[in-house]
Nanobody, 120 residues
Framework: QVQLVESGGGLVQAGGSLRLSCAAS????????MGWFRQAPGKEREFVAA????????YYRDSVKGRFTISRGSAQNTVSLQMNSLKPEDTAVYYC?????????????WGSGTLVTVSS
């Protein structure tokens, strides 16, 4: 099994920045493709960004392009999400995810989430 732990959420004013981090533990002998999803209150979970196991491929949802940057850490199976120019509509619980396959609809392993609140 693979366990994912997120950190870095919090409260920020609109226009501000936050950086989320995630580290995988457990059965991490291989490098995983990793991603971030979010779920706002009363809404379905949605894809935010994903990155391939070697960092060579990235995907973003349209609404965060140019504002969010996903990157791999120096340690294997770590990933960060730099969020700039945050908007109130970015408020959500952000989940880190990992999978052997690079996909944006769903992933196999999930963290428990970290709350990001953007005040107007």
């Amino acid at each position: 099994q693979v366990q994912l732990v997120e950190s870095g959420g919090g409260l920020v004013q609109a226009g501000g920045s936050l950086r989320l981090s995630c580290a995988a533990s457990g059965r991490t002998g291989s490098a995983y493709n990793m991603g971030w999803f979010r779920q706002a209150p009363g809404k379905e979970r949605e894809f935010v960004a994903a990155i391939s196991w070697n960092g060579g491929i990235t995907y973003y949802r349209d609404s965060v392009k140019g504002r969010f940057t996903i990157s791999r850490g120096s340690a294997q199976n770590t990933v960060s999400l730099q969020m700039n120019s945050l908007k109130p509509e970015d408020t959500a619980v952000y989940y880190c995810a990992a999978d052997e396959v690079l996909r944006i609809d769903d992933m196999k392993y999930w963290g428990s989430g970290t709350l990001v609140t953007v005040s107007s």
